[in-house]
Structures are given as C-alpha cells and as structure tokens.
C-alpha cells in the first residue's frame, strides 16, 4: 500500500490500545444441556436427539494478573448457550442450557494510573487491563443422550446467573434426575487485552460521508425480483459438491 503524502497535521486521540490478543477456533465436547422443564419428558422417553440450532446467549468474561509472569494476565471467558434439538422418536423440539469455560493467557502490560472525569466517572482499575471477547454464534455440531448415572454429568452442576434463567421463560431442570442431553459445539472467537491510552495519528482530512443519505426503496416487487441473479444451479445441479469450508455455510447446513 502507497503511503500518503498529504498528511495536514497529527493529532492526539485517548482511546483503547491493544496489548495483545488471539483468536481461538474451539470443539467443545459433550457439554450438558440443562433442558427446561417442559421438554426433559420429551428426552426421558427419546431413543436420540438431532442437533437443531444453538445461540450465543452472553459471555462473562474476566481478567487477573499472573504473579509469576508480570505484565501477564488470564483471561476466563465463560459462554452461555441457548441449545434445542429434535427427539426421535416424536419429532419434539427440546430446548435447554449449555455452559464452556476456556482460558487464555496474554500481555496487558502494567500501569497504575487512576483516571478522574468532569462528568463523574472514576477509572480506579487502571492496573488491570480491560478483557474483551468478540464472538459468533456457535456451530451445533452434534447431540446426543446420556443415561444420569455418569458420573462427570453429576458434578457438572453449575451456579446459574438469574439473567441467564431468565432467558428461557420457564425453570432450567439443574437436578440430576431424569435422562440427559449432551451438545458439541464449535466456537469461534477472538480475545484481546487493552488499555486507555494516548496516541498520535496523522490526520488526512474530516470525515465527510461520500455516500448521499437514502430514504428507503419505493421499488415494486417486480423491480426488486428483477435484480435478483438467475438461479442456474437450482436448474443444473453440479455433479460433485465440496465441503462447507466457511463459517456461514456449514452452520447453515448444520442447521437445516
């Protein structure tokens, strides 16, 4: 990339840097699935489970310094998952809870300054980075039922948020009576630590829009379906199909 040569002047912005971060490509095996209480009878009396969707509900995320390594910090992210699936036989929908706890160490350097605003906020944490994790929604990769003498399920009780109950309208089924479902899923993410800060940047110019405001389409049905592409494979089908190799595809295909 050409470097710009019209550089008018540089100026100092406040604004989180990046100290370090990874991106992270997860199997979660065999998690539980905490069904609502409506569907567990639908999995006591189920021979198999197939995957249906699964929905990123919110992440916790937190973040504490390593005393032997300094400037290091872990970084604890646990994700809430909204899991269903279909029952055979019965075709019955069964909707529940899955928990994944991963952690990761990164550099977040060190600082100690406390930050003071005229509009009342108080930073005080400064010594700690801030911890943040982007997202998507998980692939269902697979689920399965598990008889409820395992032992590892019985451990795997769990101190649900409210807010998180909350989300599913009803009772979460937390005991360790009944049959269970387990769900794997593939979560893709990317962690990173930061840091308020203050740097320099070249300034080019102001920020004018170049695209002119739209008030909408008034555009007939007809007009809109006439931009739409020709759908030659749905007449042709190829005569081989290649695997899903992106995010989008495979869960679509998982999901129908």
Do not use: W
Request: glycine residues 6%.
């Amino acid at each position: 990339m050409a470097e710009r040569q019209d550089i008018t002047e540089a100026v100092c912005v406040h604004t989180r840097k990046i100290y370090d971060s990874c991106r992270d490509q997860d199997c979660a095996e065999d998690l539980r699935v905490y069904p609502t209480e409506s569907t567990q009878p639908y999995i006591n009396g189920a021979f198999s489970v197939r995957p249906g969707t699964a929905t990123l509900i919110s992440a916790d995320v937190q973040v504490d310094e390593i005393g032997f390594n300094r400037g290091h910090y872990t970084v604890d992210v646990t994700y809430f998952y909204d899991v269903s699936g279909v029952t055979f036989p019965g075709e019955n929908t069964v909707r529940g809870l899955c928990v994944f706890n991963k952690r990761v160490m990164l550099f977040g350097s060190e600082g100690s300054a406390k930050v003071f605003a005229s509009d009342g906020s108080v930073s005080g944490g400064a010594a700690q980075p801030i911890a943040v994790a982007e997202c998507v929604d998980p692939i269902l990769l697979g689920m399965k039922l598990v008889d409820a003498a395992t032992p590892a399920l019985q451990a795997d009780l769990r101190a649900i948020p409210q807010n998180i109950l909350d989300h599913f309208g009803e009772p979460l089924v937390l005991t360790d009576e009944g049959r269970f479902v387990t769900a794997t899923l593939g979560q893709f993410s990317i962690l990173r630590l930061e840091r308020d800060s203050q740097l320099v940047l070249p300034v080019y110019d102001y920020c004018l829009p170049e695209k002119e405001c739209s008030p909408g389409t008034s555009d007939d049905p007809c007009t809109l379906f006439s931009r739409i592409s020709f759908p030659v494979d749905e007449f042709f089908p190829p005569d081989s199909l290649a695997a899903a190799e992106d995010y989008r595809t495979a869960k679509q295909e998982l999901e129908e």
